[in-house]
C-alpha cells in the first residue's frame, strides 16, 4: 500500500522521493510503512486524526532521546534546540530560525521584533485561526481584515490595496489549510505601498508557490508546531524564520525575558522559549515531513478525483503554481453539520475550521464589522467542512470516506 502510494507521487513528493538513495528509500518506507500498519490495526473507524497512528513508530527513538535529556539535565536551550533552529532554517531556506513556545509566539514576538508601534495597522485575512488577530493585538496592533478569494481561500490579492491606510505598517497573509497565498503578488503590493511583508505559515510546512518556500517570502514567516500540525511536536511550540540577523538576535533576546546577556534585560520580553524535549521530537520528525507531505498529497488527491461532481459539494481549489502541504483538506457544502453528522453515524471523523471567522466572533466585536463584511471568508467558514487527512490514513480508510461522502450526496 505505501510503495503503491509512492510510486504515484508528483510534484514535490516525487522530487524527494527519486533523489534519495536506496537506503534511504527503505528506511523511509519502513517508518511510513509502520505508521499505516499501526492505523490499520488499531483502527475500526476514521479518525479525523491519530497521533498514536503517526507516533508509534517512533516511540523507541523518541523514548531514547528522552531518556538522555534526563541524564543531561539540559530542559531549557539544550543543544537539540540549536540543532533543530539550524535544520529548520535549512528546511526553509532561510539563514535563521528562532524556536519558540507557540505559533502565536512566532507572530506577536515577530511583529514586536520588527517594530510595530501602539495603533499601527495589520492587514490579516478575514477567515483565519484566531491567533492571527491575537498576535497583532497583542503586540499593541490593529487587525484590518481583508476577505479571501475563491481560488485559494487566502487572503485577496486585489482587495489589499484598498484597505491601505497611513496607518498600515505590516502585510500579514495566512497559508491557509496547508496552501501558499499569492505571495509574488502581495509581496510586489507591500512593496509599492511601503510595507513590512510577514507571514503567518502556521499550517504550510513546506509548501511552495511559483518556487517560494513557505517562510521565504517576506522579512520573516512564523510557524506552530501544535500536534496536529504537518510538523507536530508532543505539546505546544513553534518557531520563526528570516534572514534579517539582526532581528533573529532581538527575537532570540525577546522570547528569553529581553535580555542577551544574563540579567541584562535590554527589552522588555517574555518566556518563549522552545522546550529541549520537544526539540527532540521536532528532529525526529522533520527527517520525516517531506514524505508524510506527500502521503498528503496522495490523499488529497483520491478526495478530489473521487468527490469531484457530487451534490452541491465544493472541492477545495488549487492555485496554478501551487504545491499545498494539505494541512487540512477543507469542503464545502450548503449543510456541513448535516454532513459531520452522517459521516460520524458512519464512524468517520471531521472538523470545522473555522466556523466563526474571527470579525464576527465577541472577542473582536469592537472592530466594529458585521455580517456580511467579508462574504467569501464567510461563506468559508459557514460551508466548510474537513475531512481526514493525516499520514497513515490507509487506502480503505481513504474509500470509507469518499463511500460515507458519496452516499450522503447519492452518489
Keep these: 500500500m505505501i510503495a503503491g502510494r509512492l510510486s504515484g507521487l508528483s510534484g514535490r513528493g516525487l522530487a524527494v522521493w527519486t533523489s534519495c538513495n536506496a537506503r534511504e528509500k ?27 497512528a503517526i507516533h508509534a513508530p517512533l516511540k523507541e527513538e523518541l523514548l531514547a532521546d528522552f531518556a538522555g535529556l534526563i541524564d543531561t539535565n539540559a530542559y531549557v536551550n539544550g543543544p537539540a534546540v540549536a540543532e533543530l533552529e539550524q535544520d529548520f532554517a535549512a528546511y526553509c531556506g532561510t539563514q535563521h530560525c528562532v524556536g519558540l513556545a507557540s505559533g502565536l509566539d512566532g507572530l506577536r514576538l515577530g511583529l514586536q521584533a520588527a517594530g510595530i508601534e501602539p495603533g499601527d495597522e495589520v492587514i490579516v485575512p478575514a477567515q483565519t485561526f484566531v491567533a492571527t488577530y491575537e498576535a497583532v493585538t497583542q503586540a499593541g496592533g490593529t487587525p484590518v481584515p481583508v476577505d479571501v478569494s475563491n481560488g485559494d481561500y487566502n487572503l485577496d490579492p ?32 507591500a512593496e509599492r505601498r ?37 510538523l507536530g511536536a508532543m505539546g505546544d511550540a513553534g518557531a520563526l524564520v ?53 502521503l498528503r ?15 452541491d459539494l465544493v472541492l477545495p481549489p488549487v492555485a496554478p503554481t501551487s504545491d499545498p502541504v494539505w494541512h487540512l483538506y477543507v469542503v464545502r457544502t450548503a449543510a456541513p453539520v448535516a454532513l459531520a453528522d452522517f459521516l460520524r453515524e458512519r464512524g468517520i471523523g471531521t472538523g470545522r475550521h473555522y466556523p466563526q471567522a ?27 467542512l474537513s475531512l481526514p487527512i493525516f499520514p497513515g490514513l490507509s487506502e480503505a480508510q481513504v474509500d470509507a470516506v469518499v463511500a460515507g461522502v458519496r452516499a450522503y450526496f447519492g452518489g
Excluded: C
Aim: charged share 20%.
Design 242 to 294: 528570516t534572514d534579517d540577523e539582526a532581528l533573529a538576535t532581538r527575537l532570540r533576546a525577546l522570547r528569553e525575558h529581553g535580555q542577551r546577556a544574563k540579567y541584562i534585560h535590554e527589552w522588555e520580553g517574555w518566556t518563549a522559549r522552545l522546550d529541549t524535549l520537544q526539540a527532540m521530537v521536532l528532529l525526529r520528525k522533520l527527517r520525516l515531513l517531506d514524505g508524510w507531505n506527500a
Design 158 to 189: 486585489a482587495l489589499v490595496e484598498a484597505a491601505v491606510t497611513p496607518r498600515t505598517r505590516f502585510l500579514l497573509p495566512v497559508h491557509l489549510y496547508g496552501q501558499l497565498a499569492d505571495v509574488k503578488a502581495l509581496r510586489a503590493i
Design 26 to 52: 527503505r528506511w523511509i518506507q519502513a517508518k511510513l510503512g509502520g505508521v499505516a500498519k499501526h492505523a490499520t490495526a488499531s483502527l475500526a473507524a476514521v479518525p479525523f486524526l491519530d497521533l498514536g
Design 194 to 230: 511601503g510595507l513590512q511583508f510577514v507571514e503567518d505559515a502556521a499550517q504550510a510546512h513546506g509548501a511552495e508557490r511559483d518556487g517560494i518556500r513557505a517562510g521565504q517570502a517576506g522579512l520573516w514567516g512564523a510557524f506552530s508546531f501544535y500536534p496536529g500540525k504537518n
Design 297 to 311: 498529497r496522495s490523499v488529497a488527491q483520491a478526495y478530489s478525483e473521487q468527490l469531484a461532481g457530487l451534490g
Design 358 to 384: 474571527p470579525h464576527l466572533s465577541p472577542a473582536y466585536a469592537h472592530l466594529g464589522y458585521r455580517e456580511g463584511a467579508f462574504p467569501v471568508a464567510e461563506t468559508l467558514a459557514r460551508d466548510g
